[in-house]
């Protein structure tokens, strides 16, 4: 039996440029093609590892990695780019990013065609997010993303409150009074101006009864008392709290939920 001897594919990158790498795989991402957007860019920094074209295609593939779902990747490209580029134009933008894959981390397969509480998650990529952003605001307070950055924080902010408040009902579910009050505590001490607050003080008062200090209680229903005297307020919905994914609208279009 003969056998078949594989035949090489030609390399069609060969004799390409820096330029003819960065242009094609700019095309791929726009077509979000973004398979082959990170290939590209990946062999860009691979045969001309230096200069104008190798800089753009690292923040380039970040975004690639992201929007392919490759938050690691993102992170570890965003971060090079950042510890070799400190001073570049555009590391405002890779902070921004960095925010953005955090916010949006955690999302399981059922998570994206369920809507779900975004409270009850893991904060810990919530809170990564926060940094990440005020980080931004900090080093770069001039920046085009700097507004949208304080929106997403107004929204973090209010998830991860009611994460602690959806920790102290578990705690209230199972008794465990003081814990909750601790959890209460602070939801009141590190997340003012939440819709949360109001909710953490009733809760303290409840759970104050239980364990018969009456007098905190009290002073807890005082605090309430005086500063929502028409009751408490509904559950904010910033901007970013809930940003709806294409199945979640379908969703609600259907009325899946009622």
Known sequence: MDLVTPIDTPDKTANWSAADFYDEAKKSLDDENYINAIELY????????????AQQAQIDLAFAYYKNDEPESAIATANRFIRIHPRHKNVDYLYYLKGLINFNRGIGFLERYL??????????????????????????PNSQYVADSKQRIIALKSNLALHELNVANYYMKRKAYVAAINRAKNIIEQYQNTTAVPRALLLMVDAYQHINMNDLAA?????????????TPPLENPKYAHEKTTSEKIWEFLELDK
């Open 115 to 140: 809507p779900t509480d975004k409270s009850q998650r893991d904060p810990g990529a919530a809170i990564e997010s926060l940094d990440d952003f005020a980080t931004l605001i900090r080093r770069f």
């Open 42 to 53: 990946e062999g860009l920094e691979s045969r001309y590892p230096f200069g104008q074209y």
């Open 219 to 231: 002073d807890a229903q005082r605090v309430y008392d005086l500063n929502y005297p028409n009751g």
